[in-house]
């Protein structure tokens, strides 16, 4: 018989200060079983479209894969990058150099295409894009008990990332608390945009305030069972991760070798957290060098940078584009890029001006286009980039 919350001390992760601010600064787009293994016991999770959910989002202690968390932290969501359609074969593989920070044969092709300048047709399959995986409980499926749910940035997270950022309440921010947080009352859409199934996503949250923490809907014992089985599961073990040669392979359509069973190699222990009550402080240290130099620009405007409305600058990812808009504080920025596609809340900092321009009379700004024609924007870019095929398996 599982033990109850009362008769055991479950480990518990660190909770910081400004917990979502890394995963809000790093989605920009929107994979599948071809990179995740699901943990054993754990059903998967899968919305319909016109339907609304109470979910209960079970957070796991983090260890070296989460770029949004330290390891040893208590967090909600493990985001993670991939390649879409990659190879002969068109399977999904982890991006190690946005991942892991090594060199990485997807980037470095992306790279010379954009060098090269390839039109974006051609450049985008070679782009990450970003996917998550939470750990659920959802009362109107309490007989499957915990639950992976997995999906592209685009389905959930972004919706959920509004609404955090929208909210003052505490219970809100930390709505993933076993001792409090909230309930997710989540309405789902099925959305057509020419693809074989419909593309399903959150169109609506709303939070519940948990006055007695998690519950499982009042079954303690069934709240005991899952929290006991969430604390054994890792979500950055669930990763599998293809290194350089395999990579390489897939790019150039021959075959990978990749066996089912591959394992990545195993994490340390995560650091045991404290019991309860409120998150950590931030720790803080003293940074010099590059470091430093790095995190000053981090907190540049638009202005420091002598980036204005109707310059041309480039993007890493999106190439070269066109300031459409400035946000009053300098510190976000709107860009349109020569496929006519807008990209908001972009950080000024991703951005450089196009080399030569700082020698040249400053252009007439650039007219920005018409509201239909800017309204492209993310029904451009979704159907590449975030369809979620899970949905339907």
């Not at 890493?316 to 349109?336: F, H, N």
Request: aromatic content about 8%; charged content about 40%; overall charge negative.
């Amino acid at each position: 018989m599982p033990r109850t919350r009362k008769e055991k001390e479950r480990r518990r992760g660190k909770r910081r200060e400004n917990r979502h601010e890394r995963r809000q600064q790093q989605h920009a787009g929107g994979g599948e079983w071809d990179c995740v293994r699901i943990p054993e016991g754990v059903e998967v999770f899968k919305p319909e479209g016109g339907e609304t959910y109470h979910i209960d989002v079970i957070p796991y202690v983090v260890g070296e894969m989460n770029k949004n968390a330290d390891s040893g932290d208590e967090y909600f969501e493990l985001s993670y990058a991939v390649y879409n359609r990659l190879g002969i074969d068109e399977k999904k593989y982890i991006a190690i150099g946005e991942m892991l920070g090594v060199r990485d044969p997807v980037m470095e092709h992306f790279a010379a295409l954009r060098k090269a300048g390839a039109g974006w047709d051609d450049m985008k399959q070679f782009r990450h894009q970003w996917r998550q995986l939470m750990l659920v409980f959802v009362h109107e499926q309490a007989e499957k008990g915990l639950q992976l749910f997995e999906g592209a940035y685009g389905t959930f997270g972004e919706l959920l990332d509004e609404e955090i950022q929208g909210a003052e309440e505490e219970y809100i921010d930390n709505f993933d608390d076993p001792d409090g947080g909230a309930t997710l009352v989540v309405r789902f859409k099925a959305k057509n945009i020419g693809q074989k199934h419909p593309w399903v996503l959150a169109a609506k949250i709303n939070f519940e305030k948990r006055d007695d923490g998690f519950t499982a809907d009042g079954d303690e014992k069934l709240a005991a069972e899952i929290l006991e089985q969430a604390e054994g599961i890792c979500l950055d073990a669930s990763l599998k991760i293809a290194d350089y040669a395999i990579l390489k392979a897939a790019l150039d359509g021959e075959p990978t070798g990749v066996a089912e069973d591959d394992e990545p190699e195993p994490e340390e222990e995560p650091e045991k957290g404290r019991r309860r009550g409120r998150r950590a402080e931030p720790e803080q240290e003293e940074e010099s060098g590059p470091k430093a130099k790095a995190k000053s620009k981090k907190n540049s405007s638009a202005k420091d940078l002598g980036i204005e409305k109707g310059d041309e600058v480039e993007h890493e990812e999106y190439g070269v584009c066109t300031v459409i808009r400035v946000a009053k504080d300098g510190l976000t920025v709107t860009i349109m890029d020569e496929k006519d596609t807008v990209y908001k809340g972009v950080d000024p900092t991703d951005l450089e001006l196009s080399k030569g321009l700082a020698d040249e009379p400053d252009p007439e700004p650039e007219k920005p286009r018409a509201k239909a024609q800017v309204k492209k924007e993310k029904s451009k870019t979704k159907d590449d980039d975030e369809w979620d095929d899970n949905w339907e398996e």
